[in-house]
């Protein structure tokens, strides 16, 4: 169940309200060999090829072939690798999971390879796996090239399995081993899911191609492709009847954004398809945030209109703020900007103004949740030298240092703010099941959320959420599964409460060690679930690395999502490595433990974060389950969390997540823990804080 949250937050928020539409943000590219095929991914209609769009490029698409429609995401996470995932709707067969008049709904999973960057003298050159991650029914290998000419843009393949069932020629595989002759019939398992890895490049090929011209008419682009199936081996017995192997078509660009689709295909069928495409890195907004203080503005009457200040123009919540001889140190937690050299660069104007000419040096001890991460030191003759400067060409840049030596600061205390303190936000939430029986499902409600914190490490938190529309009278659990239901109830959580408490929890935090972090937590932990549990975490500052363990005790609750709790209850948790890989921006996670239903595993995430704050990323878990885990054979999700800063006019470090998810089952499922240490203590990783340096400035 995929779900997406959006919050207002009171009035006195940092950050603006003023939404802009999401094709407003960005651009993307645009000409031959840059739409979106039949299947999803870059191609031409039912053919894929070599090309790859820019890199964080989104596009999701539909389009109908009779007897198919096919919707799909894909997304550009490197320059050289594009990754997507599908449904297929087959209009004449129906769903064997269901009691209903359904149309059978298959999922697959897709990945192309840039082997070779087109050059003056050679083609582009990719390798791609179609279907490889589902039940494999249209589960196709290719290996394609592509050549751009003029306002032409050429590609050539060679195909296997469901690119390749017009049998041109056998597979040149056979002349190394017999067994790439024969391709395996059922290769994805009982259950679907599994990747086909026995079945990859095997049995006969064929020859696919096409083209694509460019009009003189800008958004008008025409296709001629020759494809590679000749649909008298389709799955489930649906063969089609093929007037001819060409097929044309067009693509006309509505917006920037939207594309319109249409073809003959099979030389006998109508294709029509849509597609929104935008590209993730790029979103960004122009901003509308109060300025800086001007350098030669008042001082503040006193260091709580200070503090005030610093709120209001720096984005920093003020603990405390502390003098000794020299130097004035500021603790607090950033609450605006996602640049902390931002946040410094406003605050050295603030505390310039105010303190005397005794002050040599402006520190800032950052922390969250009363973690103190880190403390950032600034020369303040160096700084109001810069700013003084046009081009802020002055060794002050230099003279910045950020350290993790975190002793209790020495000196007098001549501010310190309230500890106890309240927030809140309210906003709409879609929940929605798209691949299951049931066919669409949906829960659009309304929530309120609030924190009461009773200290700087601890705070109550909760959350209810009230149904406004919903179709979940027709969720119907069908899964072939032995495993505990800790998940499949879900759709009678979300069809008895029309009004449910989501979260109530009191969460404490402490710091062990000069690298070790702690925090526990009880109450209701999540929509399914009670109990209570704690969490450490080892994170050397600026290290490219960080282990974790959190170990939990949980209740179910009962579905009306009040106080009740039904009988089933466990143990689980994960140890947990973070790694930095250093390539890309990519963030690896590995965790190893106990699941909700008692199955032990592991689960293997890997995401791209971009300049802008956005992150795409997928996981996979894979535990001991084996053929009680039913369709789908092991979890996964793809997901992308967007910094909600590209949409405002004012600043904001708040984000929302969206999650594709095939299927819900027990196999692998993970407590929701509402908060984690990691995200907690991101400001240890120093990240672009060097490169962020002209942020100062605004």
Same mark, same amino acid.
């Given at each position: 169940?995929?779900?997406?949250?959006?919050?207002?937050?009171?009035?006195?928020?940092?950050?603006?309200?003023?939404?802009?539409?999401?094709?407003?943000?960005?651009?993307?590219?645009?000409?031959?060999?840059?739409?979106?095929?039949?299947?999803?991914?870059?191609?031409?209609?039912?053919?894929?090829?070599?090309?790859?769009?820019?890199?964080?490029?989104?596009?999701?698409?539909?389009?109908?072939?009779?007897?198919?429609?096919?919707?799909?995401?894909?997304?550009?996470?490197?320059?050289?690798?594009?990754?997507?995932?599908?449904?297929?709707?087959?209009?004449?067969?129906?769903?064997?999971?269901?009691?209903?008049?359904?149309?059978?709904?298959?999922?697959?999973?897709?990945?192309?390879?840039?082997?070779?960057?087109?050059?003056?003298?050679?083609?582009?050159?990719?390798?791609?796996?179609?279907?490889?991650?589902?039940?494999?029914?249209?589960?196709?290998?290719?290996?394609?090239?592509?050549?751009?000419?003029?306002?032409?843009?050429?590609?050539?393949?060679?195909?296997?399995?469901?690119?390749?069932?017009?049998?041109?020629?056998?597979?040149?595989?056979?002349?190394?081993?017999?067994?790439?002759?024969?391709?395996?019939?059922?290769?994805?398992?009982?259950?679907?899911?599994?990747?086909?890895?026995?079945?990859?490049?095997?049995?006969?090929?064929?020859?696919?191609?096409?083209?694509?011209?460019?009009?003189?008419?800008?958004?008008?682009?025409?296709?001629?492709?020759?494809?590679?199936?000749?649909?008298?081996?389709?799955?489930?017995?649906?063969?089609?009847?093929?007037?001819?192997?060409?097929?044309?078509?067009?693509?006309?660009?509505?917006?920037?954004?939207?594309?319109?689709?249409?073809?003959?295909?099979?030389?006998?069928?109508?294709?029509?398809?849509?597609?929104?495409?935008?590209?993730?890195?790029?979103?960004?907004?122009?901003?509308?945030?109060?300025?800086?203080?001007?350098?030669?503005?008042?001082?503040?009457?006193?260091?709580?209109?200070?503090?005030?200040?610093?709120?209001?123009?720096?984005?920093?919540?003020?603990?405390?703020?502390?003098?000794?001889?020299?130097?004035?140190?500021?603790?607090?937690?950033?609450?605006?900007?996602?640049?902390?050299?931002?946040?410094?660069?406003?605050?050295?104007?603030?505390?310039?103004?105010?303190?005397?000419?005794?002050?040599?040096?402006?520190?800032?001890?950052?922390?969250?949740?009363?973690?103190?991460?880190?403390?950032?030191?600034?020369?303040?003759?160096?700084?109001?030298?810069?700013?003084?400067?046009?081009?802020?060409?002055?060794?002050?840049?230099?003279?910045?240092?950020?350290?993790?030596?975190?002793?209790?600061?020495?000196?007098?205390?001549?501010?310190?703010?309230?500890?106890?303190?309240?927030?809140?936000?309210?906003?709409?939430?879609?929940?929605?099941?798209?691949? +299951?029986?049931? &066919?669409? =499902?949906?829960?659009?409600? /309304?929530? #309120?959320? !609030? $924190?009461?914190?009773?200290?700087?490490?601890?705070?109550?938190?909760?959350?209810?959420?009230?149904?406004?529309?919903?179709?979940?009278?027709?969720?119907?659990?069908?899964?072939?599964?032995?495993?505990?239901?800790?998940?499949?109830?879900?759709?009678?959580?979300?069809?008895?409460?029309?009004?449910?408490?989501?979260?109530?929890?009191?969460?404490?935090?402490?710091?062990?060690?000069?690298?070790?972090?702690?925090? +526990?937590?009880? &109450?209701? =932990?999540?929509?399914?679930? /009670?109990? #209570?549990? !704690? $969490?450490?975490?080892?994170?050397?500052?600026?290290?490219?690395?960080?282990?974790?363990?959190?170990?939990?005790?949980?209740?179910?609750?009962?579905?009306?999502?009040?106080?009740?709790?039904?009988?089933?209850?466990?143990?689980?948790?994960?140890?947990?490595?973070?790694?930095?890989?250093?390539?890309?921006?990519?963030?690896?996670?590995?965790?190893?433990?106990?699941?909700?239903?008692?199955?032990?595993?592991?689960?293997?995430?890997?995401?791209?974060?971009?300049?802008?704050?956005?992150?795409?990323?997928?996981?996979?878990?894979?535990?001991?389950?084996?053929?009680?885990?039913?369709?789908?054979?092991?979890?996964?999700?793809?997901?992308?969390?967007?910094?909600?800063?590209?949409?405002?006019?004012?600043?904001?470090?708040?984000?929302?997540?969206?999650?594709?998810?095939?299927?819900?089952?027990?196999?692998?499922?993970?407590?929701?823990?509402?908060?984690?240490?990691?995200?907690?203590?991101?400001?240890?990783?120093?990240?672009?804080?060097?490169?962020?340096?002209?942020?100062?400035?605004?």
């Amino acid at each position: 169940m995929a779900k997406l949250i959006f919050g207002v937050r009171p009035l006195n928020s940092l950050w603006g309200l003023t939404p802009l539409l999401l094709v407003s943000h960005t651009a993307v590219a645009q000409g031959p060999g840059t739409g979106q095929s039949d299947f999803g991914g870059v191609g031409l209609m039912q053919t894929p090829s070599a090309r790859m769009n820019e890199v964080g490029n989104f596009a999701a698409s539909w389009s109908r072939t009779a007897p198919y429609r096919r919707y799909s995401v894909f997304i550009q996470p490197l320059d050289w690798m594009e990754v997507g995932f599908r449904y297929v709707s087959v209009e004449n067969r129906e769903y064997a999971a269901s009691d209903g008049d359904r149309n059978n709904l298959d999922k697959g999973i897709d990945a192309k390879f840039r082997l070779h960057q087109e050059s003056r003298y050679w083609p582009e050159l990719a390798l791609g796996l179609r279907d490889a991650g589902g039940t494999t029914l249209f589960g196709a290998e290719y290996l394609v090239a592509s050549k751009r000419w003029n306002s032409l843009d050429f590609s050539l393949g060679l195909g296997w399995g469901y690119l390749g069932n017009a049998s041109d020629v056998d597979s040149p595989l056979g002349w190394l081993d017999q067994r790439f002759d024969e391709r395996p019939g059922d290769a994805g398992g009982d259950q679907g899911g599994e990747f086909a890895l026995d079945q990859l490049f095997r049995g006969s090929m064929a020859v696919f191609g096409g083209v694509e011209y460019q009009t003189p008419w800008d958004p008008l682009i025409l296709q001629l492709e020759y494809e590679g199936n000749d649909y008298t081996d389709e799955p489930q017995d649906n063969d089609q009847a093929q007037d001819s192997r060409f097929n044309v078509g067009a693509r006309l660009r509505l917006s920037d954004n939207i594309e319109l689709r249409s073809g003959w295909e099979r030389g006998n069928t109508a294709m029509v398809g849509l597609s929104f495409s935008t590209n993730l890195a790029g979103l960004s907004q122009v901003k509308r945030d109060p300025p800086p203080r001007a350098m030669n503005a008042p001082a503040d009457p006193d260091w709580a209109s200070t503090a005030e200040s610093l709120q209001r123009n720096a984005g920093i919540r003020v603990d405390e703020i502390h003098r000794h001889d020299d130097t004035l140190t500021v603790i607090g937690e950033p609450t605006t900007y996602r640049a902390l050299s931002q946040s410094e660069g406003r605050a050295n104007r603030i505390l310039s103004a105010k303190a005397d000419d005794g002050v040599d040096t402006f520190r800032y001890r950052w922390q969250r949740r009363g973690l103190a991460l880190r403390e950032d030191v600034h020369d303040r003759d160096a700084f109001e030298a810069a700013a003084g400067s046009a081009s802020h060409d002055t060794p002050y840049r230099y003279g910045v240092y950020s350290h993790a030596r975190l002793e209790e600061p020495a000196g007098d205390s001549i501010y310190q703010g309230d500890a106890q303190r309240a927030s809140w936000r309210i906003g709409p939430s879609i929940e929605q099941n798209f691949g +299951g029986p049931d &066919g669409y =499902l949906y829960r659009l409600s /309304a929530y #309120a959320s !609030g $924190e009461y914190a009773t200290d700087r490490n601890g705070w109550f938190s909760g959350s209810v959420t009230g149904t406004l529309a919903d179709n979940l009278d027709k969720y119907e659990y069908i899964a072939d599964s032995d495993l505990p239901r800790v998940r499949t109830y879900i759709g009678d959580y979300l069809a008895e409460a029309d009004l449910g408490i989501g979260n109530l929890q009191y969460t404490r935090t402490a710091k062990l060690g000069d690298d070790l972090y702690a925090m +526990g937590y009880g &109450g209701l =932990l999540e929509m399914m679930y /009670a109990g #209570a549990g !704690g $969490e450490v975490l080892y994170r050397p500052f600026d290290a490219d690395w960080a282990v974790g363990l959190d170990l939990n005790w949980v209740r179910q609750r009962d579905f009306d999502q009040q106080f009740g709790l039904r009988d089933y209850e466990t143990w689980t948790g994960h140890a947990t490595a973070y790694v930095d890989t250093g390539y890309e921006d990519i963030l690896a996670k590995l965790s190893v433990g106990r699941y909700l239903a008692g199955d032990y595993g592991t689960t293997i995430d890997l995401s791209r974060e971009f300049d802008n704050g956005t992150r795409i990323g997928a996981w996979a878990t894979f535990t001991d389950a084996g053929d009680d885990f039913g369709e789908g054979s092991f979890d996964k999700a793809f997901y992308i969390t967007v910094p909600l800063d590209a949409f405002f006019v004012r600043s904001s470090r708040s984000s929302a997540t969206i999650a594709w998810q095939p299927l819900t089952r027990d196999g692998g499922a993970r407590l929701n823990r509402r908060h984690a240490l990691y995200p907690i203590t991101e400001e240890r990783d120093l990240g672009r804080y060097w490169e962020e340096y002209e942020a100062t400035w605004d």
